[in-house]
């Protein structure tokens, strides 16, 4: 009895103590199409960035501009500029999935904006 009585006084008074800081590693999954889009030229990006956009259901008849926006957690970020006056952020996943938005509804869900990096800005291992 006093050995359960010692042994439960013991683990309240560790209440409160936590264990030293480990560093987190990060990890991140690529897919090949994450990594390909970087090699496209031009044309093709928006040939498959449209196709994209078609996929999900909505429209886009001709990408007046593109590019990479940068990484948001696990997804790939991209912009298409439409014909039609639309511009759309893509998020592509390490399953090769697309997400499509309005870029123009991405601040009220707080994600990035849909602002083009530097040509030549890919995420390493792209």
């Given at each position: 009895m006093r050995?359960?009585?010692?042994?439960?006084i013991m683990l309240l008074g560790a209440c409160g103590q936590s264990a030293p800081d480990k560093p987190v590693r990060q990890i991140r999954?690529?897919?090949?199409?994450?990594?390909?889009?970087?090699?496209?030229?031009?044309?093709?990006r928006a040939i498959a960035l449209k196709r994209a956009i078609h996929a999900s259901g909505l429209k886009c008849v001709r990408i007046?501009?593109?590019g990479y926006v940068g990484e948001y957690r696990?997804?790939?970020?991209?912009?298409?500029?439409c014909?039609?006056?639309?511009?759309?952020?893509l998020f592509v996943g390490p399953d090769a999935s697309v997400q499509v938005r309005l870029c123009k509804d991405l601040a009220?869900?707080?994600l990035p904006?849909?602002?083009?990096?530097?040509?030549?800005k890919s995420p390493a291992g792209a």
């Open positions: 050995a359960a009585t010692a042994a439960l999954v690529r897919s090949p199409e994450q990594d390909q889009l970087h090699k496209l030229d031009e044309m093709n007046d501009k593109s696990n997804l790939s970020m991209w912009t298409a500029s014909s039609d006056k639309r511009d759309w952020a009220r869900h707080g904006a849909c602002v083009i990096k530097t040509q030549g």
